[in-house]
């Protein structure tokens, strides 16, 4: 498999909400880094993560824009996420009923079949504005 194939693969147990799949994609110590927590998330808590998502979100899913390997197992891709926020956030703000649409993009670091870092970035600031928990 390469490192394409890897990336896409996780891509996808995102859309079918398979946080098991999610956890097997990284490297023994593999890390995942994204801007709703504030530090890098490894094993087990990758999936907790996801499952997170998929309670404020249960209606996440993932619409894959463009991917490449731009060389040394370093796979960059673009993504749009969607969800319809119907659950509660952990910090106990309640759901808006609102959905969101926002960008994102990922640089994924690929060793062998295993994710070894996936550092994801998106529009924290346009996914709040959507769900009404700040003004424009």
Do not use: C
Request: proline content about 5%; charged content about 20%.
């Amino acid at each position: 498999m390469n490192a394409v194939e890897v990336v896409r693969n996780n891509f996808n147990s995102w859309n079918r909400h398979d946080a098991d799949a999610i956890v097997a994609a990284y490297a023994e110590g593999g890390g995942y880094t994204t801007p709703s927590v504030p530090e890098p998330l490894t094993g087990a808590a990758i999936g907790d993560f996801a499952k997170v998502v998929w309670t404020i979100f249960p209606d996440f899913s993932l619409d894959l824009i463009s991917i490449g390997d731009t060389g040394g197992g370093l796979v960059a891709l673009q993504w749009m996420a969607h969800g319809t926020n119907t659950g509660a956030f952990p910090d106990g703000t309640p759901a808006t009923g609102r959905k969101v649409t926002f960008p994102g993009a990922s640089l994924v670091q690929v060793e062998g079949d295993k994710i070894r870092l996936e550092q994801a970035y998106f529009d924290r600031l346009g996914e709040h504005k959507q769900l009404g928990l700040i003004g424009d």
